[in-house]
């Protein structure tokens, strides 16, 4: 799977939008881009993903680059609990197989009051 | 609701005891679960794939007779810690996928088994 790269950390204040970058340059075109996060002593939370159209659901937005190069997460508006260390994956998809997930060290949000 | 359920949520052993953690695909049988770990401040790791009806598949510098991986049935697959020592304490994390017959759709995790060996 394609390497991602993300900021370290990142503050948002609470009722802002977060936006969380993400670098995957070497991305092949049969890897979709995948947004998890977790939250201090829980299991990964499935966010969003995509392949090259952006994408919304209940919880956020992806925004994919033409190129596919990067993306970005928005939270449209934060607050405390979506304090939690996201991560941007670049996963294998083939037909029929459940692919595994790859983590990186992902983006430590902080929402504040 | 849960998708994946994962038992038990916290285990303390003593050192040369088994442990051994159950995860459940609550909505899909899946052929295929995923068994990770995480130390602390750390990111996850993939320890094996587990794979119904055949041997599981570990990543390199796992010991595959250290943790046994037994894919019971299409909603089942449990991971044994076998002589636990210190240095196994760890938040372990399964993972299973969410829909048959859709090849994109996303893994779903468990909430974690924090093991700590005494």
């Known amino acids: 799977d394609a390497k991602t790269t993300q900021p370290t950390s990142m503050d948002c204040a609470e009722g802002r939008a977060a936006n969380l970058p993400c670098n995957h340059s070497?991305?092949?075109?049969?890897?979709?881009v995948y947004w998890y996060r977790q939250i201090h002593s829980q299991g990964p939370q499935y966010i969003i993903h995509?392949?090259?159209n952006n994408e919304t659901n209940e919880m956020a937005s992806l925004i994919i680059t033409e190129d596919r190069k990067s993306s970005t997460l928005i939270l449209p508006h934060a607050t405390l609990r979506d304090t939690a260390v996201y991560y941007c994956?670049?996963?294998?998809?083939?037909?029929?197989?459940?692919?595994?997930?790859?983590f990186g060290t992902g983006t430590r949000l902080q929402v504040t009051l | 609701g849960a998708v994946v359920s994962q038992h038990p949520s916290r285990v303390i052993c003593k050192s040369g005891t088994s442990v051994k953690i159950e995860c459940r695909s609550l909505?899909?049988?899946?052929?295929?679960m995923f068994w990770y770990r995480q130390f602390p401040k750390k990111s996850l790791m993939l320890m094996a794939t587990?794979?119904?009806?055949?041997?599981?598949?570990?990543e390199q510098g796992v010991e595959k007779d250290k943790f046994l991986i037994n894919h019971a049935s299409l909603t089942l697959s449990t991971l044994t810690v076998t002589s636990a020592h210190p240095e196994d304490s760890s938040f372990y994390i399964c993972?299973?996928?969410?829909?048959?017959?859709?090849?994109?759709?996303?893994?779903?995790f468990g909430n974690g088994t924090r093991l700590t060996v005494t």
């Open positions: 993972s299973a996928p969410s829909a048959r017959g859709s090849y994109n759709s996303p893994l779903h």
């Open positions: 070497t991305i092949s075109g049969n890897e979709y």
């Open positions: 995509g392949l090259k």
């Open positions: 994956i670049v996963r294998v998809v083939e037909g029929g197989t459940a692919s595994k997930l790859t």
């Open positions: 909505d899909f049988q899946a052929t295929t």
């Open positions: 587990s794979n119904e009806g055949s041997k599981a598949t570990y």
